[in-house]
């Protein structure tokens, strides 16, 4: 079974950000670690307090990495920074929590993330969720000017 560290490792060599934003240990850890790789990485390190100090952001940031953060956080103080990291400021995002903590599927789903896996590390379980805005809203072949009532009018008129 994959461990957080490979599966943040792994994420991050995929992606790799030009613009990095981390929060939570291990996060923090991967971050320096591509920092020390790639000079020209821009990072930015939050902390658990500042989550909610942390927008606008101040450009918007190729990928970010949050783990053991949510567990200490109310429910409320979570989902907002995540929507906010999704609305405001990141491509894509990389979340490892413990399923044990309170968060759940659903309430990753309701944000717009994918559960990608299922992680292990010295009997720990943990859970990786994931965020890509270039996946998440799918292209749908009704949304076109062919289907449209007056292709003549798409993109013309805004009601």
Known sequence: MTTPHQAIARIVDVVQPST????GALAEEAG?????????????TLTETAVGDAFPLPETQDLALI??????LS????????????NYGTHQIAVVVEPAKGWNLTDFIALGFRRQAELSCDGKSSILYTYNLDTYNHKRAWNNPDNWANPEMWGKAWW
């Open 20 to 23: 990095l934003l981390v929060c």
């Open 67 to 72: 783990t053991g953060v949510l567990e200490h």
């Open 75 to 86: 429910r409320d103080q979570g989902e907002l920074f995540l929507g906010q990291l999704r």
């Open 32 to 44: 320096k670690n591509w920092k020390l790789h790639n000079d020209a990485c821009h990072l930015i």
